[in-house]
């Protein structure tokens, strides 16, 4: 049982590149979320899907794009990479419908914009 | 809305002292509440949680109480080793209005030998 996997793990840019990060869940959860880590500043929102077929924006959804392909999927899209997003990418589940469980996080995705 | 506020890093610490990360928060109702933990080149995960007041978690030798009347969490953990330097993040998810849930900025901890 992998949980989250995200695709790929590091990745370098230039500036106006354009990439997908990749997301996969098997577990079956319908809420998928798109974070960045930057430090000093926690964790930012991106966007997020409530369920399949929905995405909404969060908190820092400039520069970025999204799909959910199907339940199992939720990629994001820069299209045209700026250096002010190199970060660190997360794509997390949180089970609806319990607020006591817990978020399941994938491993990251590393991402340099030069 | 909904806020989470972390004790600013880094803490460090020598092998064996006693750890604490301070956690508060402001929430509609009675939120259930989250630390996790990131070890270096990971993703978050969950170290322990509470879902109503006087809870306590629990997990790893650390040790986390829900005080509504304070409306903390702080992360406790009696010995530090080496192996605990990380990143850990306090988090809650209220039982109001969005589900989306609330982190801190985290708080980096290092534990030298």
């Known amino acids: 049982n992998a949980g989250v996997t995200q695709t790929p793990k590091f990745q370098v840019l230039k500036t106006g590149q354009s990439m997908t990060l990749q997301c996969a869940q098997d577990?079956?959860?319908?809420?998928m979320y798109w974070y960045r880590q930057d430090p000093g500043m926690g964790l930012r929102l991106i966007y997020y899907s409530a369920s399949e077929g929905t995405t909404d924006k969060g908190e820092v959804p400039n520069g970025y794009n999204v799909s959910r392909l199907n339940k199992r999927e939720f990629s994001l899209r820069l299209e045209s990479a700026a250096p002010s997003q190199t970060s660190v990418y997360f794509c997390a589940i949180h089970p609806r419908g319990d607020e006591n469980t817990e978020a399941f996080f994938g491993q990251g995705t590393r991402l340099t914009v030069v | 809305g909904d806020s989470v506020t972390q004790m600013e890093g880094p803490v460090t610490l020598s092998e064996e002292a006693f750890l604490t990360i301070n956690c508060t928060y402001t929430a509609t109702g009675y939120p259930s509440l989250f630390w996790y933990v990131q070890y270096p080149g990971e993703g978050l995960q969950l170290l322990l949680k509470a879902t109503k007041a006087d809870d306590k978690g629990s997990n790893k030798g650390f040790e986390a109480t829900y005080r509504k009347e304070t409306t903390s969490f702080h992360l406790e953990k009696g010995s530090v080793q080496v192996s605990d330097s990380a990143v850990y993040f306090c988090?809650?998810?209220?039982?109001?209005?969005?589900?989306?849930?609330?982190f801190g900025r985290g708080t980096s901890l290092i534990v030298h030998p």
């Open positions: 988090a809650l998810r209220g039982r109001r209005g969005s589900y989306i849930p609330t």
């Open positions: 577990m079956n959860h319908n809420s």
